[in-house]
């Protein structure tokens, strides 16, 4: 069974920094894109960023570029997601999600809740 | 950027009509559209891939039609279970669309 945890989440201020994590089982990670897809409180789906299966290829929303960095580690079947300069606005529900052979997003965790507050 | 944007944003309806959601690209997007269920408290489900193919367990109740600019998802009969939230994504950026929601009338 696909299984995706992720961890790290919590109440941080603004400007300070956060590390989230996805612990993968029950698949061979190390074939599959991941990514990260955040929902703010009563909003939408938002595309956050992405990895390639070897980490040689990574993508990025504009509205973390810069200050987010996504990573794997194979060996830990993890994902991670370095989040630097936190806003209000990065206040969500951080999931992250395994892209099947077709491109999309066929197993997610159950997301890990990121609050910037003062 | 590919902006997808869905209609109607509500829709109510009574279990066993028909659902019609749309979803419109703003550039072509080939068949390379998905649709996810999310219900509340729960992670998106994919539904549909490549405009018209069934994940795998979805119920043939929902279809899916469209290339280019627009697209449609279809719940042929509506069940209890299926008030929910539906978001379209495009696979070349992975942007979604801001949802339909689809409620009991």
């Known amino acids: 069974e696909v299984q995706l945890v992720e961890s790290g989440g919590g109440l941080v201020q603004p400007g300070r920094s956060l590390r989230l994590s996805c612990a993968a089982s029950g698949f061979t990670f190390g074939d599959y894109g991941m990514h990260w897809v955040r929902q703010a409180p009563g909003k939408g789906l938002e595309w956050v960023s992405a990895?390639?299966?070897?980490?040689?290829?990574?993508g990025y929303a504009d509205s973390v570029k810069g200050r987010f960095t996504i990573s794997r580690d194979n060996a830990k079947n993890s994902l991670y997601l370095q989040m630097n300069s936190l806003r209000a606005e990065d206040t969500a529900l951080y999931y992250c999600?395994?892209?099947?052979?077709?491109?999309?997003?066929?197993?997610w965790g159950q997301g890990t809740l990121v609050t910037v507050s003062s | 950027e590919i902006v997808l944007t869905q209609s109607p944003a509500t829709l109510s309806l009574s279990p066993g009509e028909r659902a019609t959601l749309s979803c419109r690209a703003s550039?072509?997007?080939?068949?390379?559209l998905a649709w996810y269920q999310q219900k509340p408290g729960q992670a998106p489900r994919l539904l549909i891939y490549?405009?018209?193919n069934r994940a795998t367990g979805i119920p043939a109740r929902f279809s899916g039609s469209g290339s280019g600019t627009d697209f449609t998802l279809t719940i042929s009969s509506l069940e209890p279970e299926d008030f929910a939230v539906y978001y379209c994504q495009q696979r070349s950026g992975w942007t979604f669309g801001q949802g339909t929601k689809v409620e009991i009338k």
């Open positions: 490549d405009a018209s």
């Open positions: 999600a395994q892209r099947n052979i077709h491109g999309y997003f066929e197993y």
């Open positions: 990895i390639s299966w070897d980490g040689t290829s990574i």
């Open positions: 550039q072509s997007v080939s068949n390379y």
